[in-house]
Structures are given as structure tokens and as C-alpha cells.
């Protein structure tokens, strides 16, 4: 019903795609559409952030997105998504990980790409409120290592009816090594300052902690893993790694992974489950670098329109996703 054109990139080099990605302009006009900002209690030392909008007219479901590593509602790959969700007739949740957000100081513990549980609260709490709508997850990047995560360990939930994972590290220890290479320098010193200030503004660590810890994998050994009582990185990435709950999932899944990223070894998307689990189906464009799928024709977020489409193709309903402009501009 919702058939996904074919990926044609705007560039075939993956590092300027990820970067052209991040930083392209997403100039919609929200103003149909009202934000409500949230503080969820997710448990007694836990709040986190979630921005929601709704549809103009009945919506026909919900969607929660949830964003990478030191991202956030407006992270750019979110706010096109929300867009074009709105327009499709969906409830747009922005689930903020915990300490993101501005809540640094709601937490007592840090985020994780494996950590679950705030997520499995917020869902909880939404069907709650019993609008008795179908809930998908979108994930980008280590979101999408929760969204498939907590998909298996629901297994047969009615919590969620079917996920979307763009861009994942399904294998943690193999994404850490991959960012670690000197043609990821950059992008790893980024996320780096951004993981010491975002640490630092929770008040329970200071520079010095930080002292020797020049990559991910040195923070995660010393911080991430230690507060979780996982020991150090090796045993994080081991146990938290969505690979592990890809053959417990239950609801319809899609992965959209490509073959270029420059993060994430495509070598991960061998796993078994890919093969033997019929909810799941795995669609690789050979080009696209990390989260980047910037289409050369039409809609320019490629990643919406096949996100969408299969979110349809699970309701039954077609979604119509808007043809955009090169700055993603909405004319309205």
C-alpha cells in the first residue's frame, strides 16, 4: 500500500551526507500544531522530558521518537519526522532520555543505550490515558537501540503495535570500535564534550573525572557502566546491545541501516534474527552515511517517507508523505 521509493542520495559520500543531514535547515511552520512540554515521572528519582503535538482532525495513532546519542526533540532528523507525522494524522511524542533536555538535575542516574525502563513507563502511562490509539517507536541512533530493546522484552505487548529503527548500533561493542576510527575523529571528539558537559551539568561529576577518557568506549568504562552497576564497557555493550531481543520481538519491525555508515559496521545486520524472525525486515540502501538518507529527488528525508510508509502498511491506511522542498520548508 505505502511502497518506499528506492534511496537515490544526494551525495554518495557518506561523511558529507551525515553531515548535510545534521545541519540541513527544517523550516516548518508548527504553529497548527501546539506543544505540550512535559515532566513523566518514570520512577521515584526520574524525570524526563517529552514534547507532544497533535494532529489537526482525528488521529489515526501515535508515535514516540527517540533520539541519539547527546540528541533531543530538536535534534533535526526529529523534528522532520514530527512534521511529517502531524501532517499523516499521528500524535508526536519527543521522549527525551533522562538527564537530556535540561533534566540533568531531575535524575540520579545517566541515560544508556540500553535503558529501557523510562520508556517502558512513559508507554505505560499513555495508554493509560486511554485514547486506545495503536503506539509505534521511531528511533535514530542509540534510540533505536532502545526502541528495539524494549520491543523484545515486551514480546506480545499491546504497549506497542510495531517499531522503526534508523541507523543503529544493534551491536554496541562493534559501533564503538567503528566510531573510534580515525575517520570518525571528529565526529567522536564531538560527542565526547558534549557527554563530559552533559555529565558535569548533573553536579555529580567534575572535570577531573574525566581525566584519560578521550573517547566513548573510556567514558563508558568509567562512568556509564560503573553507575549501573554493569562493571565497565565491555559488559555494558554486551548485555545492552539490541541484538540480544531481536528474535523476542513480536510486533512488525523495520530497520533501515545504511550500507555506508560511517558508525556502525553493516556486518552487525547479519544477525541471525534478521533472517529467521518474520516481523522483522531490514532495508539497506548501499548509501546513505549515518542518518544522513538526504534524497537527491522529491522528498528530501528520505528516512520519513519510509518510516511512515511502513507504519502504514501496519494500520492499513495509506500515508501520504509531503514532496518538501530542498530546505524542507512546509509552504504553509
Not at 37 to 59: A, C, E, H, I, Y
Not at 231 to 240: K, L
Request: with cysteine.
Amino acid at each position: 500500500m505505502n511502497r518506499v521509493r528506492p534511496f537515490e542520495p544526494l551525495t554518495r559520500n557518506p561523511h558529507l551526507l551525515t553531515i548535510l543531514a545534521n545541519f540541513w535547515p527544517r523550516e516548518y511552520d508548527f504553529s497548527g500544531y501546539p506543544m505540550e512540554r512535559r515532566l513523566v515521572q518514570t520512577d521515584p528519582d526520574t524525570q524526563v522530558l517529552v514534547q507532544t503535538q497533535f494532529p489537526q482532525g482525528k488521529p489515526v495513532g501515535e508515535v514516540v521518537l527517540l533520539h541519539g546519542l547527546e540528541g533531543g526533540g530538536d535534534s533535526g532528523y526529529n523534528v522532520s519526522m514530527a512534521w511529517h507525522a502531524l501532517e499523516a494524522g499521528l500524535v508526536v511524542h519527543r521522549f527525551h532520555m533522562r538527564t537530556c533536555g535540561g533534566t540533568e538535575k531531575l535524575c540520579k542516574t545517566l541515560y544508556h543505550a540500553g535503558l529501557t525502563s523510562d520508556l517502558r513507563s512513559f508507554l505505560e502511562q499513555t495508554s493509560a490515558e486511554g485514547r486506545g490509539l495503536p503506539i509505534f517507536l521511531i528511533g535514530f541512533s542509540l534510540g533505536g537501540n532502545v526502541a528495539l530493546k524494549l520491543a523484545g522484552e515486551l514480546g506480545t505487548s499491546s504497549l506497542i503495535h510495531g517499531v522503526c529503527a534508523v541507523s543503529t548500533p544493534i551491536d554496541l561493542a562493534a559501533s564503538a570500535r567503528r566510531i573510534a576510527g580515525r575517520d570518525n575523529f571528529l565526529y567522536e571528539r564531538r560527542f565526547v564534550t558534549r557527554m563530559k558537559a552533559r555529565l558535569i551539568g548533573t553536579g555529580r561529576y567534575k572535570e577531573s573525572d574525566f581525566q584519560g577518557a578521550r573517547t566513548i568506549f573510556d567514558i563508558d568504562n568509567v562512568i556509564t557502566a560503573p553507575s549501573f552497576g554493569m562493571g565497565n564497557a565491555e559488559n555494558y555493550y554486551r548485555t545492552q546491545s539490541s541484538q540480544n531481543f531481536l528474535g523476542e520481538i513480536r510486533v512488525p519491525g523495520l530497520l533501515i541501516q545504511a550500507k555506508d555508515d560511517t558508525f556502525i559496521p553493516f556486518e552487525s545486520f547479519g544477525h541471525p534474527a534478521l533472517r529467521s524472525n518474520p516481523q522483522l525486515r531490514l532495508l539497506a540502501p548501499g548509501h546513505g552515511g549515518h542518518v544522513g538518507f538526504l534524497a537527491k529527488t522529491g522528498q528530501r528525508f528520505w528516512v520519513d517517507e519510509a518510516a511512515l510508509g511502513f507504519i502504514g502498511d501496519v494500520l492499513g491506511v495509506r500515508m501520504p508523505v509531503a514532496s518538501g522542498n530542498a530546505s524542507g520548508k512546509s509552504g504553509r
